[in-house]
Protein backbone atom coordinates (compact mmCIF):
# COMPACT_ATOMS: atom_id res chain seq x y z
CA UNK A 1 0.00 0.00 0.00
CA UNK A 2 1.68 3.64 -0.74
CA UNK A 3 1.14 5.91 2.19
CA UNK A 4 0.67 9.54 -0.19
CA UNK A 5 2.26 12.69 1.80
CA UNK A 6 -0.09 15.06 3.16
CA UNK A 7 0.78 18.25 2.28
CA UNK A 8 1.62 20.62 5.58
CA UNK A 9 1.44 24.63 5.02
CA UNK A 10 2.58 26.35 8.05
CA UNK A 11 1.62 29.63 9.66
CA UNK A 12 4.11 31.21 11.41
CA UNK A 13 3.05 34.01 12.92
CA UNK A 14 3.82 37.14 15.49
CA UNK A 15 0.91 39.76 16.41
CA UNK A 16 1.26 42.56 19.52
CA UNK A 17 -2.69 43.39 19.53
CA UNK A 18 -4.45 41.07 17.48
CA UNK A 19 -4.96 42.17 13.96
CA UNK A 20 -1.98 39.96 12.64
CA UNK A 21 -3.55 37.11 14.56
CA UNK A 22 -7.32 37.82 13.62
CA UNK A 23 -6.01 37.58 9.74
CA UNK A 24 -4.07 34.24 10.53
CA UNK A 25 -7.22 32.16 12.08
CA UNK A 26 -9.12 33.62 9.83
CA UNK A 27 -6.90 31.97 7.01
CA UNK A 28 -6.32 28.87 8.75
CA UNK A 29 -10.40 28.75 9.29
CA UNK A 30 -10.71 28.52 5.06
CA UNK A 31 -7.25 26.45 4.59
CA UNK A 32 -9.34 23.55 6.51
CA UNK A 33 -11.79 23.59 4.33
CA UNK A 34 -9.46 21.30 2.56
CA UNK A 35 -9.02 18.29 4.83
CA UNK A 36 -6.33 16.90 3.31
CA UNK A 37 -3.47 19.26 4.03
CA UNK A 38 -2.89 19.81 7.27
CA UNK A 39 -2.66 23.20 8.49
CA UNK A 40 -0.34 24.17 11.58
CA UNK A 41 -0.68 28.06 12.82
CA UNK A 42 2.20 28.72 15.38
CA UNK A 43 3.56 31.79 16.71
CA UNK A 44 6.93 32.70 15.65
CA UNK A 45 8.66 31.93 19.09
CA UNK A 46 7.42 28.26 18.74
CA UNK A 47 8.84 27.14 15.67
CA UNK A 48 12.07 25.46 15.41
CA UNK A 49 14.02 24.37 11.96
CA UNK A 50 12.35 20.85 12.05
CA UNK A 51 8.90 23.07 11.38
CA UNK A 52 9.99 24.74 8.54
CA UNK A 53 11.93 21.91 6.40
CA UNK A 54 8.97 19.45 7.23
CA UNK A 55 6.47 22.37 5.47
CA UNK A 56 5.33 22.21 1.95
CA UNK A 57 3.84 25.85 2.05
CA UNK A 58 4.44 28.97 4.31
CA UNK A 59 2.55 31.73 5.20
CA UNK A 60 4.77 34.21 7.10
CA UNK A 61 2.35 37.24 9.22
CA UNK A 62 3.48 39.63 11.45
CA UNK A 63 3.37 43.64 12.20
CA UNK A 64 5.56 46.41 11.45
CA UNK A 65 7.06 47.86 14.37
CA UNK A 66 9.57 50.86 14.89
CA UNK A 67 10.11 50.93 10.68
CA UNK A 68 10.83 46.58 10.68
CA UNK A 69 9.28 43.08 11.42
CA UNK A 70 8.17 42.81 15.58
CA UNK A 71 10.96 41.01 17.06
CA UNK A 72 9.73 37.98 17.58
CA UNK A 73 9.78 37.17 13.76
CA UNK A 74 13.26 38.96 13.17
CA UNK A 75 14.55 36.08 15.83
CA UNK A 76 12.54 33.51 14.80
CA UNK A 77 14.19 34.21 10.87
CA UNK A 78 17.79 34.62 13.55
CA UNK A 79 17.35 31.03 14.91
CA UNK A 80 16.39 29.27 11.70
CA UNK A 81 17.83 31.17 8.43
CA UNK A 82 20.73 28.98 8.16
CA UNK A 83 19.97 25.82 9.74
CA UNK A 84 16.77 26.13 7.14
CA UNK A 85 19.25 27.14 4.06
CA UNK A 86 18.98 25.28 1.18
CA UNK A 87 16.44 22.44 2.16
CA UNK A 88 13.06 24.71 1.20
CA UNK A 89 14.43 25.50 -2.04
CA UNK A 90 11.45 26.36 -4.37
CA UNK A 91 8.65 26.27 -1.45
CA UNK A 92 5.56 28.36 -1.94
CA UNK A 93 4.68 31.27 0.18
CA UNK A 94 2.38 34.02 1.16
CA UNK A 95 4.14 37.35 3.30
CA UNK A 96 1.38 39.30 5.70
CA UNK A 97 2.18 42.82 6.73
CA UNK A 98 0.09 44.45 9.26
CA UNK A 99 1.08 47.96 9.72
CA UNK A 100 0.04 51.54 11.38
CA UNK A 101 0.68 53.34 8.38
CA UNK A 102 3.63 52.23 6.76
CA UNK A 103 4.98 48.73 6.64
CA UNK A 104 6.92 49.08 3.12
CA UNK A 105 9.73 48.35 5.02
CA UNK A 106 9.00 45.10 6.23
CA UNK A 107 7.70 43.89 3.54
CA UNK A 108 11.25 44.54 1.46
CA UNK A 109 13.01 43.47 5.11
CA UNK A 110 11.29 39.70 4.65
CA UNK A 111 10.98 39.29 1.11
CA UNK A 112 14.75 39.56 1.42
CA UNK A 113 15.03 36.91 3.53
CA UNK A 114 12.47 35.04 1.94
CA UNK A 115 14.55 35.41 -1.26
CA UNK A 116 17.48 33.90 0.71
CA UNK A 117 15.73 30.75 1.42
CA UNK A 118 14.96 30.41 -2.83
CA UNK A 119 10.80 30.09 -1.26
CA UNK A 120 8.82 31.62 -4.41
CA UNK A 121 5.73 34.38 -3.35
CA UNK A 122 2.22 32.41 -4.45
CA UNK A 123 0.97 36.35 -4.43
CA UNK A 124 1.74 39.76 -3.83
CA UNK A 125 2.67 40.56 0.32
CA UNK A 126 -0.94 42.02 1.84
CA UNK A 127 -0.01 45.08 3.32
CA UNK A 128 -2.75 45.33 5.63
CA UNK A 129 -3.04 49.25 7.40
CA UNK A 130 -4.60 49.65 10.32
CA UNK A 131 -4.04 53.02 10.32
CA UNK A 132 -3.58 53.61 14.42
CA UNK A 133 -1.99 56.81 14.42
CA UNK A 134 -1.79 57.97 18.50
CA UNK A 135 0.02 55.43 20.92
CA UNK A 136 -3.31 54.97 21.98
CA UNK A 137 -4.66 53.66 19.18
CA UNK A 138 -1.42 51.73 18.38
CA UNK A 139 -1.40 49.89 21.62
CA UNK A 140 -5.09 49.09 21.74
CA UNK A 141 -6.70 46.18 20.46
CA UNK A 142 -7.35 45.28 17.28
CA UNK A 143 -9.91 43.39 15.18
CA UNK A 144 -9.84 43.56 11.06
CA UNK A 145 -13.10 44.34 9.35
CA UNK A 146 -14.87 41.20 7.73
CA UNK A 147 -13.86 42.07 4.07
CA UNK A 148 -10.12 41.63 5.34
CA UNK A 149 -11.15 38.48 7.12
CA UNK A 150 -13.11 37.19 4.02
CA UNK A 151 -10.22 37.65 1.98
CA UNK A 152 -7.48 35.85 4.42
CA UNK A 153 -10.53 32.73 4.47
CA UNK A 154 -10.41 33.12 0.60
CA UNK A 155 -6.77 33.47 0.79
CA UNK A 156 -6.40 30.41 2.65
CA UNK A 157 -9.22 28.24 0.94
CA UNK A 158 -7.29 28.65 -2.08
CA UNK A 159 -3.70 28.52 -0.99
CA UNK A 160 -4.49 24.84 0.64
CA UNK A 161 -6.62 23.55 -2.50
CA UNK A 162 -3.59 24.47 -5.01
CA UNK A 163 -0.88 23.01 -2.38
CA UNK A 164 -3.09 20.08 -2.98
CA UNK A 165 -3.54 19.74 -6.53
CA UNK A 166 0.31 20.66 -7.22
CA UNK A 167 -0.24 23.90 -8.80
CA UNK A 168 2.54 25.67 -7.28
C1 LIG B 1 5.84 49.42 19.34
C2 LIG B 1 5.09 49.63 18.08
C3 LIG B 1 5.74 50.19 16.99
C4 LIG B 1 5.07 50.38 15.78
N1 LIG B 1 5.75 50.89 14.71
C5 LIG B 1 5.13 51.02 13.52
C6 LIG B 1 5.85 51.46 12.36
O1 LIG B 1 7.05 51.69 12.40
N2 LIG B 1 5.17 51.60 11.19
C7 LIG B 1 3.82 51.31 11.09
O2 LIG B 1 3.26 51.46 10.00
N3 LIG B 1 3.12 50.87 12.16
C8 LIG B 1 3.74 50.71 13.36
N4 LIG B 1 3.05 50.22 14.46
C9 LIG B 1 1.62 49.89 14.28
C10 LIG B 1 1.39 48.41 14.06
O3 LIG B 1 2.16 47.93 12.97
C11 LIG B 1 -0.09 48.15 13.72
O4 LIG B 1 -0.88 48.61 14.80
C12 LIG B 1 -0.37 46.69 13.43
O5 LIG B 1 -1.68 46.58 12.95
C13 LIG B 1 -0.22 45.83 14.67
O6 LIG B 1 -0.46 44.49 14.34
P1 LIG B 1 -0.88 43.48 15.50
O7 LIG B 1 -2.25 43.96 15.98
O8 LIG B 1 -0.95 42.14 14.85
O9 LIG B 1 0.14 43.56 16.57
C14 LIG B 1 3.70 50.01 15.67
C15 LIG B 1 3.06 49.43 16.77
C16 LIG B 1 3.74 49.22 17.95
C17 LIG B 1 3.02 48.57 19.10
Avoid at 2 to 18: E, F, M, N, Q, R
Avoid at 63 to 83: A, C, H, N, Q
Wanted: charged share 20%.
Amino acid sequence: MTLLHKPVLLVVYASITGATRSWVQSFCHGAADESAVTVRLLQAADVCTEDVVAADAYVFACPETLGSMVGEMKSFFDRTYYPVLDQVNGRPYLLVVCAGSDGEPTVRQMQRILTGWRLKPVAEARLIKTHAQTPEAILASKELDEALLQDAEEAGRAMASALLMGIF
